[in-house]
């Protein structure tokens, strides 16, 4: 057995004394389409090998319990008055989707729960939606509460928004729960239905490197940038930036900050590139793919400002290389990994010479890992 199903199950097992329910609820990669997903446009993100696994089991007791086996850490709480805890620590991610069932109408008991997982916290890899999912997930099926998986990643987000204080795009619990194996999901977040894309690079694949840092502020910088894109597109009188040109965008260019502009022109110009990107995917065109991935890290730096020093330099370095094709930050920035477009006999150069030299300038290791394409959240059999 997997060793993360199996020390989750040991452990509650020992604890409990009984067979619990066990969930699996990945993490995600992003190809493209990063700050899109709040603007109502297009992302193309998927479900990989990495995730939690949470174990359930209802209770009789007046309190319930939650265990996050990665921090050892244990909390018995009551299902009434669920508020966010001050601290803003992983509970949050559980309290916050209790409430969410709880204001939907739906009811649920006491229960005991146990998750443990593989993601990098940090890593820009969505371990938070992966746990928001897998709470809701369980509750649903520990509670028959009949919820549709749209429900859910909808009360995962809801979580995230009033629990944690992130007001995130619907992108992160949308992949981990709608995971296709060896696919990637080309995400319309005005509907929230995708198209998926089977992913098969032939001789090139992709792979993350982590820069193992995460720089604080992170989350008021995001909400600052939806703030902005909000902003806009009301005074252009939209919905949301999905809706607008650039040539829309200049007619208002004296009425907003030179800086906001280029935040919002960054909005609309990825959001071109997703749909490029999944022509050139379907076309098999990896060149063009790639400088796709290149131009959406160069806006995300310089335009849309979500990068840092590392992310940056592990761009380079991977410019630095004929065998990369693109590279790019990926997630909410400011830390995390980047994700490489790579030939599949450069792998390993290109991993050794980019960790020395992020080692040679930033005094830090910096974590290489190549990802499945996995299915969304589901019950262990
Ligand atoms: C975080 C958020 C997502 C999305 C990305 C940026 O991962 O949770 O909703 O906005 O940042 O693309």
């Given at each position: 057995?997997?060793?993360?199903?199996?020390?989750?199950?040991?452990?509650?097992?020992?604890?409990?004394?009984?067979?619990p329910l066990l969930i699996f609820s990945p993490g995600r990669i992003n190809i493209i389409g990063e700050h899109t997903d709040y603007n109502d446009g297009f992302v193309f993100p998927a479900a990989i090998n990495k995730g939690i696994v949470a174990a359930f089991k209802k209770s009789d007791s007046d309190k319930s319990t939650a265990h996050a086996l990665n921090m050892d850490n244990?909390?018995?709480?009551?299902?009434?008055n669920l508020k966010p805890s001050q601290q803003g620590n992983w509970e949050n991610y559980v309290f916050g989707v209790i409430a969410e069932i709880q204001k939907s109408g739906k009811k649920i008991d006491n229960f005991n729960v146990v998750f443990k997982g593989d993601i990098?916290?940090?890593?820009?890899?969505?371990?938070?939606?992966a746990l928001e999912n897998s709470i809701v997930f369980g509750l649903n099926e520990l509670f028959n509460l009949g919820l549709s998986k749209?429900?859910?990643?909808y009360m995962s987000q809801k979580a995230e928004h009033n629990f944690v204080g992130v007001k995130c795009g619907i992108m992160d619990q949308y992949a981990s729960m709608f995971g296709i194996k060896n696919n990637a999901l080309l995400l319309d977040c005005r509907t929230v239905e995708s198209q998926p894309y089977e992913i098969d690079f032939k001789d090139h694949q992709l792979m993350l490197i982590n820069t193992n840092v995460k720089h604080s502020l992170s989350d008021s910088a995001y909400n600052d940038r939806r703030f902005v894109c909000e902003h806009i597109s009301k005074l252009l009188g939209i919905k949301a930036l999905r809706d607008a040109t650039e040539s829309d965008l200049e007619k208002i260019k004296d009425e907003v900050t030179p800086e906001n502009y280029q935040k919002a022109l960054f909005v609309i110009q990825e959001n071109d590139r997703t749909l490029k990107a999944s022509k050139a995917i379907?076309?098999?065109?990896l060149v063009t793919l790639g400088n796709l991935i290149y131009g959406s890290h160069n806006g995300l730096q310089h335009q849309y400002k979500v990068s840092c020093d590392e992310l940056d330099f592990l761009v380079d370095q991977a410019k630095l290389n004929n065998h990369v094709l693109g590279a790019r930050m990926m997630g909410g920035g400011?830390?995390?990994?980047?994700i490489n477009?790579?030939?599949k006999n450069a792998l390993e150069d290109f991993s050794k010479s980019a960790s020395k030299a992020y080692k040679d300038k930033f005094n830090k290791e910096c974590s290489v890992y190549s990802v499945e394409l996995s299915n969304g959240t589901h019950i262990i059999s």
């Amino acid at each position: 057995m997997n060793p993360l199903i199996s020390s989750v199950k040991t452990v509650f097992i020992n604890t409990f004394k009984t067979e619990p329910l066990l969930i699996f609820s990945p993490g995600r990669i992003n190809i493209i389409g990063e700050h899109t997903d709040y603007n109502d446009g297009f992302v193309f993100p998927a479900a990989i090998n990495k995730g939690i696994v949470a174990a359930f089991k209802k209770s009789d007791s007046d309190k319930s319990t939650a265990h996050a086996l990665n921090m050892d850490n244990s909390i018995e709480f009551s299902l009434e008055n669920l508020k966010p805890s001050q601290q803003g620590n992983w509970e949050n991610y559980v309290f916050g989707v209790i409430a969410e069932i709880q204001k939907s109408g739906k009811k649920i008991d006491n229960f005991n729960v146990v998750f443990k997982g593989d993601i990098p916290a940090g890593s820009g890899m969505s371990s938070s939606a992966a746990l928001e999912n897998s709470i809701v997930f369980g509750l649903n099926e520990l509670f028959n509460l009949g919820l549709s998986k749209h429900e859910m990643i909808y009360m995962s987000q809801k979580a995230e928004h009033n629990f944690v204080g992130v007001k995130c795009g619907i992108m992160d619990q949308y992949a981990s729960m709608f995971g296709i194996k060896n696919n990637a999901l080309l995400l319309d977040c005005r509907t929230v239905e995708s198209q998926p894309y089977e992913i098969d690079f032939k001789d090139h694949q992709l792979m993350l490197i982590n820069t193992n840092v995460k720089h604080s502020l992170s989350d008021s910088a995001y909400n600052d940038r939806r703030f902005v894109c909000e902003h806009i597109s009301k005074l252009l009188g939209i919905k949301a930036l999905r809706d607008a040109t650039e040539s829309d965008l200049e007619k208002i260019k004296d009425e907003v900050t030179p800086e906001n502009y280029q935040k919002a022109l960054f909005v609309i110009q990825e959001n071109d590139r997703t749909l490029k990107a999944s022509k050139a995917i379907e076309d098999g065109d990896l060149v063009t793919l790639g400088n796709l991935i290149y131009g959406s890290h160069n806006g995300l730096q310089h335009q849309y400002k979500v990068s840092c020093d590392e992310l940056d330099f592990l761009v380079d370095q991977a410019k630095l290389n004929n065998h990369v094709l693109g590279a790019r930050m990926m997630g909410g920035g400011f830390g995390g990994c980047t994700i490489n477009l790579v030939a599949k006999n450069a792998l390993e150069d290109f991993s050794k010479s980019a960790s020395k030299a992020y080692k040679d300038k930033f005094n830090k290791e910096c974590s290489v890992y190549s990802v499945e394409l996995s299915n969304g959240t589901h019950i262990i059999s």
